[in-house]
């Protein structure tokens, strides 16, 4: 069945516009028919947003989603079309395939970071896992637990959930973290009082990469009758996990960050000790009653896939994706001042590299990198232009936290791709400061904190 649709799909790609690829993933064909692109447009040329591209960008944003691996994608395909069943019918094949293929998928998971399958709750994703985790066990032991920790660098979804905890009555502590952005293991043990429930900190941070002492934390909270719950989204195959040597108590994880499908992601609850949280969604009672809804066979067995190959192929990804990450650094330093590394370069993924680059706006530099997909390291909204809380909560100066790239790379990421992107960072780069008059001060000498600007 999957050879039989993998050569459907040969065929379609065979017969569908060519258009030129800048990255070796970007293999999809063209998504807007070329007589449909305004007049004027050279054949090829991709128009979105009011940006005018003429090939694909190189993707260098593997922190906010990563591509699909072909072999997954084979493994969910049969679960589309042929063994398309309800895994909750009891009753007949399609159930019983269906079920099977789940319930595989689910020990894939649990190999991967040495938990018992029955540990492990699909969900939809991090977000949703994290929420379970932090209001579902909070609100399970609100008689007795109303204290939660966790660190000022953490996921949006980790913070809220602290906040509308605080709402109905919780008390959170928000724990700062040093300048490499690592958690003060002191602080923590100091912060944690009689009544507290829950210690949530992230185990890779999405922005940074920075890698948290999760094993020293575990222990931590082992000793004082805690609770553990970390957001490894991005750690989950990209850093050796196991969740009996960390003490971990919960763990939310994502499907998408591990070149598997968008739309699925899991929760590690321990058993023994049990921990026990309070579902947030009301319906049939699926997995084990934490998470009710019809599980996803086709997500639910490209994560299981994605986790099988992680499993296999995380030291050579981690060592080849470590050269990657040094080829970029040394290429852009080696051309370029002023250019410093946000958070820990010991204690953290490879895979992540967040750069400031002095006397240069992030945004602009964003603009001018249109043919890098990479993302800024300032959480900009519309109403306001703050810059990354994460990098202020590492005492990052406002005017270096406004000019920060973070560069994603991954398991499909080339030597040429670093090359070509070096290549046009350095020159943005150049071509923003020869505008800068801050940085014309600067090469003459003059330290521009010290001058007195005047209001007006």
């Known amino acids: 069945m999957t050879s039989a649709v993998s050569r459907l799909l040969r065929r379609a790609l065979a017969n569908a516009p060519s258009r030129r690829l800048s990255t070796a993933t970007a293999v999809a064909a063209s998504e807007t028919p070329l007589s449909s692109l305004p007049k004027g447009d050279e054949a090829g040329t991709i128009s979105m947003k009011g940006v005018k591209i003429s090939a694909r960008p190189l993707y260098l944003d593997m922190q ?3 591509p699909v691996d072909p072999r997954v994608l084979d493994a969910m395909l049969p679960f589309y079309l042929a063994r398309f069943g309800n895994p909750h019918s009891r009753t007949h094949l399609y159930g019983w395939e269906s079920e099977s293929a789940v319930e595989a998928s689910r020990a894939r998971v649990a190999a991967l970071v040495g938990a018992d399958p029955k540990e492990i709750i699909f969900t939809s994703g991090a977000t949703e896992s994290n929420n379970i985790s932090v209001k579902g066990f909070m609100r399970f032991h609100h008689a007795r637990k109303r204290h939660v920790i966790t660190t000022q660098t953490e996921h949006k979804c980790v913070l809220d959930s602290c906040r509308y905890l605080q709402q109905d009555g919780f008390e959170v502590t928000y724990l700062p973290v040093r300048p490499d952005g690592l958690v003060d293991l002191d602080l923590l043990a100091a912060s944690i009082r009689p009544d507290t429930g829950l210690v949530s900190v992230m185990a890779v941070n999405n922005e940074i990469g920075v890698v948290q002492p999760l094993e ?40 998408h960050k591990i070149y598997g499908p968008k739309g699925v992601g899991a929760l590690y609850v321990r058993r023994r000790p049990r921990v026990r949280i309070e579902p947030q969604m009301s319906g049939g009672g699926q997995e084990r009653g934490i998470r009710s809804g019809t599980v996803p066979t086709p997500l639910v067995v490209g994560m299981g896939a994605a986790c099988e190959i992680a499993t296999k192929e995380m030291e050579y990804d981690s060592k080849r994706i470590s050269a990657l990450q040094e080829r970029l650094l040394n290429g852009i330093r080696a051309r370029l001042d002023g250019v410093v590394v946000n958070g820990s370069l010991e204690h953290r993924y490879p895979g ?7 006397y240069v706006e992030g945004e602009s530099l964003l603009m001018g990198l249109k043919e890098v997909a990479v993302s800024s390291g300032s959480a900009c909204t519309s109403a306001s232009l703050e810059p990354s809380y994460v990098l202020r909560a590492l005492g990052v100066d406002e005017d270096m936290a406004h000019t920060s790239i973070r560069f994603g790379i991954g398991r499909f990421t080339t030597e ?4 070509r992107a070096i290549e046009m960072t350095v020159k ?16 003459e000498g003059i330290d521009i904190k010290s001058i007195q600007w005047a209001q007006h």
């Open 64 to 66: 906010a989603t990563t």
């Open 416 to 419: 040429g791709e670093i090359d």
């Open 428 to 443: 943005q780069v150049e071509k923003l400061r020869e505008m800068s008059p801050l940085y014309e001060m600067v090469k």
């Open 216 to 255: 020293e934390i575990g222990r931590i909270c082992r000793e004082k009758g805690v609770v553990f719950h970390t957001d490894a989204a991005q750690a989950l195959g990209k850093i050796p996990i196991d969740v009996e040597k960390m003490g971990i108590g919960l763990m939310s994880l994502s499907g």
């Open 352 to 358: 992540n590299l967040n750069l400031s680059f002095a």
